[in-house]
């Protein structure tokens, strides 16, 4: 069965410092991986996808992730945190065997950013 | 171009009720997935839909069910409501031209309380 773990309720860091939010997934052959953000009462907002390729992603707003098929993460990253980078944020999978949009979602991590 | 719209937004229900969400994709997207939010499960995936056919449904009671228009607009529909339908319901589009990993676009959701 597909599962994505996120294994850090939340993560801390200081504005100017990088940040890095971890996911893995379980998941057979080769998947397909998201990561979205969510603001308060907001609904989902798409960052970043890997498909086939360069395991290093590059999204929106400087964040990025990278593709680690021996450890099987997706590990989000950003050089340099703001603060307006507070929000819950969810990695995704979905099966490319399973002909459907279907994904399976982390349980989100809360990223706080201190100035 | 518009981004996906969902109605009503806020909405407060009593037990045993029933109500129907609104969901109006991308223009010219023509799949459409419904995922539930709430602060015990996370997300956890509904149902989706494309050409007006239910192409796969998660595991959630007979009470949830949905259709898709023509014009892809799609609704949902909960019978009988429980306490714990009390979620964020959100509905994302996607193009589906292809099943190369399509990302899906999310709306704001509908705020369900069901009192």
């Known amino acids: 069965a597909q599962s994505v773990a996120q294994p850090e309720d939340q993560v801390n860091v200081a504005e100017g410092n990088p940040l890095t939010v971890k996911c893995t997934y379980s998941?057979?052959?080769?998947?397909?991986l998201f990561w979205y953000v969510q603001y308060p009462n907001r609904g989902l907002q798409f960052l970043l996808k890997?498909?086939?390729?360069?395991?290093l992603v590059k999204g929106s707003y400087g964040f990025e992730a990278e593709f680690n098929k021996s450890q099987t993460s997706f590990h989000l990253k950003k050089p340099s945190a703001l603060v307006s980078d507070s929000a819950l944020y969810f990695c995704?999978?979905?099966?490319?065997?399973?002909?459907?949009?279907?994904?399976?979602f982390g349980t989100g991590t809360r990223l706080q950013v201190f100035p | 171009k518009a981004g996906v719209t969902q109605t009503p937004r806020y909405l407060i229900k009593t037990r045993g009720q029933q109500v129907t969400l609104s969901c109006s994709p991308i223009s010219g997207h023509r799949s459409v997935s419904w995922y539930q939010q709430t602060p015990g499960q996370g997300l956890q995936f509904l149902f989706e839909y494309f050409s007006e056919t239910q192409r796969n449904k998660g595991n959630f009671p007979g009470r949830f069910s949905g259709r898709q228009f023509s014009n892809s607009r799609s609704e949902m529909n909960v019978s009988t409501l429980e306490l714990g339908d009390s979620a964020l319901y959100l509905c994302?589009?996607?193009?589906?031209?292809?099943?190369?990993?399509?990302?899906?676009?999310f709306g704001p959701g509908t705020r369900l309380l069901v009192l």
């Open positions: 995704a999978v979905r099966d490319p065997g399973d002909n459907t949009d279907k994904l399976i």
């Open positions: 890997y498909i086939t390729g360069d395991n």
């Open positions: 994302a589009s996607s193009p589906a031209r292809t099943r190369e990993g399509e990302t899906q676009y």
């Open positions: 998941v057979s052959g080769n998947p397909y």
